[in-house]
Structures are given as C-alpha cells and as structure tokens.
C-alpha cells in the first residue's frame, strides 16, 4: 500500500486510463476525487464519458476500501475546475497528488492546414490548458504543505511527432514544456512534478476506454488494422494495458520517488527509444 | 523427507525423481506472514516444468509445494456450468474427512455428484491416469467405470500415502474443479482446488459437502438406486427451500381491485388518472362513469363471478370497462381487437363469456346493485399459448393484483405524480402491471396507441411531452427506443419484462440516465403468477458483466428449483423453477386436468405451487439466474409463443401431412434476427404461400412462420425426434430476378441499404416481411437512410408500401 493517507485527484476518471489509475491508487490504499465532464462537448468526434460511467469507476474504488469524492467538472472551465478543487478541500482537507488525465484525441485526421480554428482551439483547451487550470488551483495548497505530485498525462504524442495529429502532438508536447517548467517553479517547495507518456494502449472492456478506436477513426483505418500497425511499432510487440500506466502514476505518486520532478516516463513498450 | 505421491500428480515415474526436490530453508515461523509470502510467491511462479518444493521453517514445521504443468490434465473441458465462479485466482478448500476408503468409490461418488449437478451431460471424471465415466442407471453396487477421452471438468487426485505439510497439488489445478483425497499428519483429508474464476467459494463447499454424502451413501447403501442417492441431508434442503424466499410477505392493504382503486380515488378524486390523447379523466370521473357501466352490466344480466370480454383498444374506455366489470362482481377477459377474428372467438367461447364489451356496443342506462367481490374472486383471465395446440385461460384472483403492488408500492416508491405507460396489448399481462400498477397507487397512466408503439421516434416523443417517469417495456421494445435519441426524458424507473434481458444494451441507457437518476429494474415473470415473481436492479457494473440475474423473488413470492424427479436442487444447479407464494393463479380455466400437472401442493410450505417449465438455477445468495425455457415454448421480440401451436395450426391444413417448425437466429447475437421457419409435407402438390396465408389467417402475427419449406420427409433422429439439424436453411422468398441496377438511383441506394440491414439480396418489389423485415429491422433501416443523408419514411408508411418501390414513392413524396 503506497499511498496510504495519500488524497489523489484524477480527472476524466470516467473511463479508460482514468479508471484504471483511480481503481490502482485506491488499491493502494489512497482516498480519492474522481472528476469528468460527464457530457458530450461539441466538437468531439465521439461520445465523452457519461455519470454513470464515473459513478461506475467511484464504486469500484469504494470496493477497494477508499474514501471517493465525485465532481462533475468540465477542465475547460477555470470557474468548473475551481469548484471540484474547493470542494475536495472542504472533503479532505488536501489533496497530496494531482492526475491530469482528461483528454481528447479529435477532432484530428487532417493536415495542418485542414484544422479548423475551432478544432484546434478545443484541442489546446482541453489536452493542455486543462491541465494548467487544474495546476493552478492546487498548486498553491501543496506549496504550503510542502507536499505534493502533480502528473501530467501526455502521449508519446509528446515526444514525437504523428501525421494528421498536429493538435493533439502540439498540446502533447505542451503538456511536456508545461511539466518541466512547472518542476523548477515548485521544486523549491517540494512540490514535484512530472509526465507519463503512454504509448499506445488497449482498449479494455471492463475499462470502457475509446481512445484506439477513435484514434483509429480519426485516420479512417479498422480498429484491428491500427492496433496492428501500433504492435508493431512498440519494440514490445504488444499493446500498451492501463494497468502498466496506471502502475508508472502510482510510483510518481509515491514517496518511492521523492527525488523525480521534471521526468518524462515513458510507458511505450520502447516505441520512444528508437 | 515426506512422501511423494507416486503417479498421481505427475505423469511419469521419470518425474518424481527425488532428486528433483528443492528443499529451502525459510527464516520464519511457518505462521507468520513473511511464510505466507514466501508460499505464495513460491506458488506464483510459472512452472515452466513440474516443480517441488520442500519449505523448511524455523519453527520445524514444513510445506511441500509442488508445481505442475498445467498440460499434465488429460483433455480439460472448461469449467462447470454451475460452479458460478466470477472472482478470479485459485482458491483451495480442505475438509477432514472420516476415511480415504480407495479411488474407485471416490470416482463413482464423484460421477454420481456431477450428474445431479448437470443431469443433461454423461458425468466425466479426469484422472492422470486417463478419464472415467459410467453408466448410471441401476444400484449402486453396479456402477463400472469405463474409461473415456471425454474432456473431464472435474477431476480426482488420490493418493493413499500419507503426505506431511501442507500438501499443494499444483500452482493451476489441472482441472477446473480438482478433488485431492489423501491423508496428511492429521488425519484424512479431502481437498478441492479451483480457480474463482470457475466456481464460487460456495459452491466448492457446497460439492465438497455433497460428495462426501454421496460417497458416504456409495460405501453404505450399495443396494441403493443411483438415482435414490440423497445430495443434501433434510438441514440442508430446508435451508436451500427458504434460500427462495428472501423477504417475508407484507400485509394486504386491500381485498380486491377496485376497493383499492376506491381509497386512491378518494385521496387524490381531481388528479388525472388516464390520459388518452385528448381524452384524459381524472379520478373521480372514472371512478363514477365504472360505476355507471357496473351497473348497466348487473341490469344487462351479468352476475357475480360471470366473465366479460373486453375488445377494445388501450383506451380510457378500456381501464372504464375493465373497472367496471370488477365493480359488477365479475371478471374481465382482455381480446386485444389486433388479434384475428378466429383467436378471439376461440377466447370468448373458451372462456363462455356472458358478454363481449366492444367499441358498438350500447348498454342501457340502468339502475342496478353493484356485484359482490373479495380476494378469491377472479379479476381476470388472460389467454396464454398452450402446449397442448391452443391458448388457455389463467385465472387470477384480486388478492394477487394487491399483493404485487404491496411487494413493489414502496420498494419502487410508486405514488402519486408518478406517470406511467401503457404500452402493451391488454391481452399480455405486462399490461396487467402497466394498468393497476399505476391507478392502484394514484399515479396518472398514458395510453400509448399502437401506431405510436411501434414507432421509436414518436414514443419517444410521447415519452418527453407527458413527461413519463415509468416506463415499462420488453428488452426488445427498449432496443427500439435506444436506437433514438433519448436523452431527455423524465423516466425514473425502467421495468423490463417479458422476455430475458441482455444488461448489455443498457450501457447507452446509463450514458444518459444515470443509476442515480434513474432505476432499472429487470423483472422476470409468467402470466400464471401475475406478471412478476422476481426483481434485480441492474447496475453499470451488470451490464458490463452481462448478468443473467433476474434476482430475488418479490416478498410474497418465492421459488424452488426441482430437478425431473421433484427434487429441490442445490444453488448453482439448474432446474426448473417452480414459484410459489402470493402470486400464484388460480388455474386454468376449465382445464382441470393441465391445472393438476401443472399447480401442485407446496411441498415445504401451505399453498401451490407453480411449475413453470423455465429453466433457472438459485445463486448462493438466493438471487436466481434464468436459463430460458425447458420445453420448446420460446419467446420471439417479447411474445411468449409455443411452437406446438403452429405446428398444429400448419397440421390443420388438409393439404399438409405432416409439419415442424424451428427458431432460427441469423446472427445468434442478435436478437432481432430471430424468426420462425415452418417445414411442411404435402399430400398433394400446393403453393406454400397459401400454406402461410391459411396460418396467418388463424395465427396471432408473432406466430405467424416467416417462410414455409416443402419436403419430402420431415428429417429423423435415431430416437424419432425430427432432427433440427438437418432441416435445410430456407429458401428467401422468390423474387423477380433483376439484379441490375433500375437506373433510379434512389431506389438502388434503398435496395443496398435494405440488403445490407437484412442480409439478403433485394429487389425492386421485394415484400420487406417476405425477406424477413420485423420492427426492429425496420428501425435499423430508418437508422441506415439517416446517416446517408435520406428523408426518414415513417414505418407506418413501411407497413403500408414494404418494397422498395414503395418506400422510393414515400420518400420522393415527402
Ligand atoms: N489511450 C491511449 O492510447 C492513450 C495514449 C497516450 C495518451 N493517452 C492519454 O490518456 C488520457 C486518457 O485517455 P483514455 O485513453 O483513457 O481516453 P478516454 O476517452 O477513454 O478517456 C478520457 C476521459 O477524459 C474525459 N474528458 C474529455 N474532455 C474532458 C473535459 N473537457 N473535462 C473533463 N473531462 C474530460 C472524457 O470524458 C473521458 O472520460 C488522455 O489524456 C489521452 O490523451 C491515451
């Protein structure tokens, strides 16, 4: 159990990725704020997580023994994200670890030059801007406390480049800038910061995770054939499982890794390192 | 150095070479948990090879931890269907035991454990010495066992050595279920391993009780018939016997129908109570203008206990008329006027109506004395299909209508403001529900005309502008309705019932209406228990596992599950479900003999008991699973259809010798693509159109067979059952022959949609039902015209012109 006492707030904790690492932190014994949009944001492609879904997540985590606080927040929204963080104060009193996890992956599927300026504003308001609003508002908490985690989701997308992905990659490799800045800012403060770079993972039933598959829309090719081409390209031959993400979170999350601020995590099955 | 079990977990004397053992040395008492880990890693390590491991600790105590191959099983069948496993990981029970006694009686306690767990498949039982089965029949003392290369589910380890420590047989047992009998430093032990995954922890103690009885009865009582030998002592068919009755009956709160009705419309006597389109009546008025009707009817000559057809549509007259037959002392028999002219006679001669109430008939206005009713009285009959080849009538007293809504009044919080559809034909007794269920609790009740019914777009509709907050439906209607959007809706509680639910479908329901919001409930029930026996909330988390709980029964109702001989069952082992309780009907109308099969004396308890020919099975927790029907009565889209029927109405034809009829699915996990096939032989050359025709005229639509086939002979089993199997696929209805393009455009872009959507090819003037369109293709293809940008038809226009030229008129006229 290494995040015993520990408060941790996920957001877009609906589904995918966000259920996994909320249902892995609780099952280390931490209490948690469970956040998602709960409704479909126009300009998305594809259905976002729904109440039942992040009430779903919530029950399994209580299963596990944890403390849940459940916040429909839209990360878009500084007043929104403000009001989830006042009230997991008012709940716990703190919140020692941050996940920014929300995120979208289209509107995309286009050259540069076929991006809309809405597409690409909702872009960078969700995957990356969300993040800093959510930084902002706990940031100063943690600094007094002198404790803290924040771990940003981003991508291998961050790292790399990916065709027909030039909003996604830009607020990927954003979310990268943002989280080595943000380490200097508060590493004084013992604050630390840090990202995982997932690469590409499987859509796990029990999850309820969309991503591939809408990744795989987005590019207009079969579900199998994208996961495929994805195998093939991680040097480990498999898939990416929401577990092995969930598992880097909860070591950047835990005192285990008390002197990591500023890294980059890379969870790709080795895709990165070619 | 602790003995080996010789042969009997490992396949070859090669591998139990001494020299094989690792023996460690564990710095800690054998109770501590540093062990416990040290054991479990021991045992989580993949054995790449068979493995043994001898742990020394510092308190002198040892394990011995052997490691197997999973291949070392012969052929492994996968886990049992009654072991109800959901947890996950290998799990192991020990019981002490009285003796080893030797393998041969363990193998036939154990053959005889499994048939009675699964009477349906021959019992196999793996060994590393191969697979044993037996034939079953006669005494026990004359059991031989055969060897087989059936896959073996359960399997047995014995070992008459005696074994120190802790005695593991393998890191994954060989089989899904194993049985080690051995003895260890304490005595004689029978172990069970298994993964949770497979078999519950309760249901392992439960067999491990079981077969230790078993086998107590194969050493004792050698005389004994197999089939005489007892599973459960008298304890614990007691406690499995009460496992179906989780909840004590509540109070009546009434004695009949309409002396409820007469409560709620005194409490609230200006609220709505049904609203028919324009035509809506508050409490009070129907609850006058019932009595003005139950009085013509006394002076028309009805009297107490005499039935009276209804034949009207869902309607305000219909709840008036319906009402007022109670009022009158007498029973009303709902004739849903969609039905053919043939069904409906039959129903109103069956059941000797003193009248029929339809749209023309005027009553005089008279005064009269209302009739004299109480609970015993019957307050309706509604036809159901019969094995015997033609509908009967279940007679269900008033007191069972009130106890339903007490079982159900404040576990679904049903009261005043609540709205209510009524969705189905009076002649189901879902409606029974839709009907009492909402004016017996003051709630306001909305007819839902046919047309309306069938047309997802405009319930859904209906749905927002009334402001629904019950709603009632089929999984199958509910399909429909999911395939619209129905995002905004008032709806509160969902009731299914009707057929079985796949939870699947509701993950888009909950994207919308969250649990929190909005309560699903799935119900299952039979028409001879007043609609409904059992209740399960449905969660996200049951969708996502696709549950088949139907849950526990209703409190007043409770169930058993009996094998062939009338036996109760253990949890976990399917059987027939037999409800008794609160619900139960009276019978059947005038059907002594089929009432005596089929109601029987409770045999734990005072009362019936109705034996429903479902299959289910009891969970441990005395919720229950149902596992479809026993007897070839099968649901198609919600209607409960009994194929013996057809087959005798085909049989009736003099043109036909000799008939059968199947269900198939297209796509097996699809619903929707379920349809009837009729087979028929011919005594002289004919037409099967007319075959179909001359059904359809005596047949209820759902009934109807979707193609005819000629044959020459009805293909046989050995045994002289017609072999489904072998019956061919039929052919889809003959069709002009032109699959060119028309040169209209629009038309060709319908005909693709419509083979794609159905599956078959498709031309111009195809007949949509001929090609094995139902409703819910029909949303399907309302779904496929909207995304390629088309004007929706309305499937009342579908109905009305079903081929593709009719549709292309439609849509250019639009
Ligand atoms: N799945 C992958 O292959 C993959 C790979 C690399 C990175 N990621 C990243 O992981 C994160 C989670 O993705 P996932 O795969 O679980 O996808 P997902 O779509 O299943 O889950 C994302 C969740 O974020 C929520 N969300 C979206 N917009 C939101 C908003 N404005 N406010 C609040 N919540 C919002 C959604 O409702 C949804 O529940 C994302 O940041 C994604 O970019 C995923």
């Known amino acids: 159990m290494r995040l015993t006492g520990k408060v941790v707030l996920v957001t877009g904790a609906a589904r995918g990725l966000g259920r996994a690492i909320a249902v892995r932190c609780a099952q280390e014994g931490a209490d948690l704020v469970l956040s998602d949009v709960c409704a479909d944001v126009g300009g998305v492609p594809y259905p976002l997580g729904s109440r039942s879904q992040l009430d779903h997540t919530a029950k399994l985590c209580r299963h596990e023994g944890s403390a849940v606080l459940v916040e429909e927040t839209d990360v878009r929204s500084g007043e929104s994200v403000r009001r989830m963080v006042a009230s997991a104060i008012d709940r716990f009193g703190q919140i020692d670890v941050v996940v920014n996890n929300a995120g979208i992956a289209a509107p995309s599927g286009r050259p540069v030059h076929g991006i809309t300026e809405d597409e690409w504003s909702l872009m960078i308001d969700v995957d990356l801007t969300g993040a800093w609003r959510v930084m902002r508002e706990v940031a100063e908490g943690m600094c007094e406390r002198r404790r803290g985690s924040i771990i940003n989701v981003a991508s291998t997308a961050g790292l790399v480049g990916y065709r027909h992905f030039a909003g996604y990659v830009a607020a990927k490799h954003g979310i990268v800038g943002l989280t080595k800045a943000a380490a200097l800012d508060y590493a004084p403060m013992k604050v630390r910061v840090n990202a995982v770079c997932p690469g590409s993972v499987r859509d796990v039933p029990e999850f309820e995770g969309a991503m591939l598959a809408e990744i795989a829309r987005a590019l207009e090719v079969p579900v199998h054939e994208h996961e495929k081409t994805f195998v093939e390209a991680q040097p480990m031959n498999a898939l990416i499982e929401p577990d092995d993400v969930a598992a880097a979170v909860v070591y950047l999350a835990s005192d285990d890794a008390k002197q990591v601020t500023g890294s980059m995590l890379t969870v790709d099955g080795g895709f990165s390192a070619r | ?814």
């Open chain 2, 1 to 814: 150095m602790p003995h080996l079990h010789d042969g009997l977990l490992l396949r070859s004397p090669a591998d139990v070479d001494p020299a094989g053992l690792w023996v460690e040395d564990v710095p800690a008492a054998s109770t501590s948990a540093a062990a416990e880990r040290r054991r479990a890693t021991e045992l989580s390590r993949p054995a790449l090879d068979s493995r043994r491991v001898l742990l020394r600790y510092d308190d002198g105590e040892t394990d011995l931890v052997v490691v197997t191959r999973r291949e070392i099983s012969v052929s492994t069948a996968a886990g049992p269907v009654w072991g109800l496993g959901d947890g996950s990981g290998p799990t192991s029970r020990l019981d002490a035991i009285d003796e080893t006694g030797d393998e041969t009686g363990w193998l036939v306690a154990l053959l005889v454990t499994l048939q009675r767990y699964d009477p349906e498949s021959a019992p196999v039982v793996g060994t590393p010495r191969g697979a044993f089965s037996a034939d079953l029949t006669g005494p026990v003392r004359a059991v031989r066992l055969v060897p087989t290369d059936q896959p073996a589910a359960v399997g047995l380890l014995f070992c008459e050595n005696r074994v120190e420590g802790e005695y593991l047989p393998c890191l994954a047992p060989p089989f899904p279920l194993t049985v080690s009998v051995y003895h260890d430093d304490r005595g004689p032990r029978l172990r069970l391993d298994h993964s949770a995954a497979l078999v519950a922890p309760e249901i392992a103690e439960q067999f491990a009780r079981h077969l230790r009885l078993v086998h107590r009865q194969v050493l004792r009582r050698r005389d004994a018939e197999v089939a005489d030998v007892l599973l459960m002592d008298d304890n614990e068919v007691l406690r499995v016997a009460e496992l179906g009755r989780p909840a004590p009956p509540p109070i009546p709160t009434a004695s009949t129908i309409h002396a409820a009705f007469q409560r709620v419309a005194l409490s609230t006597p200006d609220s709505i109570a049904v609203t028919d389109g324009t035509d809506q009546l508050s409490y009070r008025a129907l609850d006058e203008r019932s009595d003005v009707v139950a009085r013509s009817l006394r002076a028309h000559g009805v009297r107490d206990g005499d039935r009276v057809g209804v034949c009207l549509d869902r309607s305000t007259s219909f709840v008036v008329t319906a009402l007022a037959i109670l009022k009158a002392g007498a029973t009303y028999v709902p004739m849903d006027p969609a039905h053919p002219a043939d069904r409906r006679n039959y129903t109103a001669e069956d059941a000797g109506l003193t009248l029929v109430v339809t749209p023309e008939i005027v009553l005089p206005q008279e005064e009269s004395v209302l009739g004299d009713a109480d609970g015993d009285t019957a307050a309706y009959i509604i036809y159901t299909s019969g094995s015997t080849g033609r509908p009967k009538g279940v007679v269900v007293p008033h007191r069972n209508v009130i106890a339903l809504l007490d079982a159900t009044r404040d576990e679904y919080e049903l009261r005043p403001g609540d709205v209510w559809t009524w969705f189905h034909s009076s002649a189901f007794d879902f409606s029974v529900w839709e009907i009492w269920g909402c004016l017996l609790t003051g709630g306001r009740l909305v007819v839902v005309p046919h047309a309306v019914s069938r047309e997802p777009d405009a319930f859904r509709d209906l749905l927002k502008s009334e402001r629904v907050t019950v709603l009632s439906q089929t999984p199958s209607a509910f399909a429909q309705l999911l395939s619209v959007d129905h995002a905004d809706l008032a709806v509160r509680l969902v009731v299914f019932g009707g057929e079985p639910l796949d939870a699947r479908i509701l993950l888009r329901w909950f994207d919308r209406h969250p649990e929190t919001r909005c309560r699903v409930v799935n119900m299952f029930g039979i028409t001879e228990t007043t609609v409904h026996v059992t209740a399960q909330t449905v969660t996200r988390a049951d969708a996502l596992a696709g549950s088949r709980s139907v849950g526990p029964a209703l409190p007043g109702w409770h169930l058993y599950v009996l094998d062939a001989s009338g036996r109760l069952v253990p949890p976990g082992v399917a059987g027939e479900i037999c409800v008794g309780g609160a619900g139960v009907a009276a019978g059947y109308f005038r059907r002594e003999e089929l009432t005596a099969q089929r109601f029987l004396p409770d045999p734990f308890r005072p009362g019936v008991l109705y034996r429903s020919g479902d299959l289910g099975r009891l969970r441990p927790d005395g919720r229950l699973d149902h596992l479809g029907r026993i007897d070839n009565q099968v649901k198609i889209r919600g209607f409960r259809i009994e194929l013996d029927e057809i087959r005798s109405v085909l049989l009736e034809d003099p043109r036909v010798s000799a008939a059968t009829v199947v269900v198939r699915r297209d796509d097996p996990g699809d619903a929707a693509s379920a349809r009837i096939d009729g087979y028929v032989v011919l005594i002289e050359p004919a037409d099967t159109r007319e075959i179909r025709e001359r059904a359809a005229r005596i047949l209820p639509d759902h009934m109807v067979p979707s193609t005819i086939t000629a044959l020459s002979e009805l293909p046989l089993t050995v045994n002289g059952k017609i072999d489904q199997e072998r019956l061919p696929h039929p052919a889809p209805a003959p069709s002009v022959v032109d699959s060119t393009p028309t040169g209209d455009e629009l038309a060709d872009q319908l005909r693709t949609i419509w083979s794609t959507v159905l599956g078959v090819p498709v031309e111009i003037d195809d007949d949509f039902f001929e090609l094995g369109g139902n409703s819910l293709y029909a949303v399907r293809i309302g779904a496929a015209m909207r995304a390629e940008g088309l004007p929706t038809v309305r499937l009342r226009e579908l109905y009305r012109h079903p081929t593709v030229r009719g549709v292309a008129s439609a849509v250019r006229g639009s």
